[in-house]
């Protein structure tokens, strides 16, 4: 596949994250919506993929101060041609927006589901996110793309002010289920 190009390809991956609520809500938003719920083209409301990146202890977290947004927030954006599945995806914006080039992801789970309103900056209406994590040493050199103010590490107990909504309890609840994947 050079691509994920229908929702087809997408149904199986949101099956396996943790059963719940707000996986049936992204499985019938993707069965309702179709091919058109994967790219930014096929409507307001649409998937996207991100990135948590964490140290080998778990211990800071590297976020990105959205320009749009004017928040920190993990690495994310839209799924693009090319882009063979949603975690590749995920792979690739947090690669783009770090500027670690041979970044990767820990593995193909999803850690975190989150659909999200975006306010009049954005050219959306609500992302349907899905989240995957990144280990990466703190020592490793970053960049700050286009699309960013700043690229900073932060200790995860000791966040910055400006977040999104929800955005120190979604934390958590990735970080709980990576160090549980750990055990």
């Known amino acids: 596949m050079d691509s994920v190009h229908a929702a087809d390809d997408v149904v199986p991956t949101l099956a396996a994250a943790p059963a719940g609520p707000l996986r049936d809500r992204y499985l019938t938003f993707v069965g ?7 790219w930014r083209g096929g409507g307001a409301e649409h998937l996207t993929a991100s990135c948590f990146a964490f140290t080998p202890d778990l211990t800071h977290v590297l976020l990105c101060l959205h320009r749009k947004g004017g928040f920190w927030v993990q690495f994310g954006g839209h799924l693009e041609a090319g ?9 690739r914006e947090a690669r783009e927006e770090s500027g ?9 789970r999803i850690v975190d ?9 954005f050219s959306c209406a609500a992302h349907w996110d899905v989240g995957f994590v990144a280990i990466v040493d703190r020592d490793v050199v970053t960049t700050v793309s286009d699309e960013s103010d700043d690229v900073r590490w932060f200790p995860v107990d000791a966040l910055p002010g400006s977040l999104p909504d929800g955005f120190a309890r979604r934390l958590d609840a990735v970080l709980r289920t990576v ?5």
């Open 100 to 108: 670690i080039a041979d970044l990767e992801l820990a593995s193909t």
């Open 113 to 121: 589901l989150d659909r999200h309103d975006l306010h009049a900056g």
């Open 179 to 183: 160090r549980d994947g750990m055990r």
């Open 32 to 38: 309702e919506h179709g091919d058109a719920a994967l």
């Open 83 to 91: 882009d063979v599945s949603l975690a590749v995806a995920a792979r």
